[in-house]
């Protein structure tokens, strides 16, 4: 990635901070070529602060660390896009956001999230390790349980109603997807290619 850095009289670039998985805009905070360095070295943020005049990795002292997941440069090579998975809160206030912005409506990615590590770090008792444990077969047959009460909801119910059938529609998906290996991105892809 190619950043000009000498477009400003001070060496520095705007960098735009976004959770990785909410796509939330986090923090703005600014760069040199040092400060960039040591975040792509290692992978986790600093900033050039302009009120310290000097570089500041974020969460040097609450270890609300900001870790990278992606970086992006922008057209002009002057502003930087950092996607990251962030410890704690962003923003000094205690917030989610320096913007404070309301919590992304994205939960269903960290749902998956959620799902994913109940596979990883198994919990005795959690609904997911008893689904899982079940196998496949009961994990299908819960989405096609839940698709039909579902379409149920939707035709003869209430509004309240259908929203928490499709919600447990959703989270057995959710599951069914995870127990095959797939994800939420795999199904967006192809979602975007049949757009196309």
């Given at each position: 990635?190619k950043?000009?850095f000498?477009k ?7 960098v ?6 909410t ?12 400060a960039?360095?040591?975040t ?31 970086s ?13 998975k ?9 917030s989610?956001?320096?913007?404070n912005t ?6 269903i990615?960290?749902?998956?999230n959620i799902?994913?590590d ?5 919990v005795e008792?959690?609904y997911?390790?008893?689904?899982r444990?079940?196998?496949l ?23 309240t ?17 995870r127990?095959?290996?797939?994800s939420?991105e ?9 757009h196309?």
């Open positions: 990635m950043i000009d000498n400003s009289a001070d060496g520095l670039v705007p735009v901070i976004q959770d990785s998985q796509l939330e805009v986090l923090m703005l905070g600014y760069m040199d070529q040092e960039w360095d040591k792509q070295a290692e992978k986790i943020v600093t900033f050039y602060s302009r009120s310290k005049k000097r570089l500041w990795t974020k969460g040097e002292t609450s270890n609300n660390f900001l870790h990278v997941k992606e992006f440069v922008d057209c002009d090579n002057d502003t930087i896009l950092i996607k990251v962030a410890d704690g809160p962003t923003c000094h206030t205690g989610r956001s320096c913007f309301e919590y992304n409506h994205n939960f990615s960290e749902l998956e799902i994913a109940r596979y990883a770090n198994p008792g959690s997911v390790n008893k689904l444990n079940k196998g077969n009961k994990i299908a047959q819960k989405v096609g349980e839940e698709g039909v009460e579902t379409v149920i909801a939707a035709l003869a119910e209430t509004e109603d259908l929203i928490n059938e499709a919600s447990d529609l959703v989270f057995h998906l959710l599951v069914l997807l127990e095959k290996g797939l939420l795999t199904i967006a892809k192809n979602l975007e290619s049949r196309k």
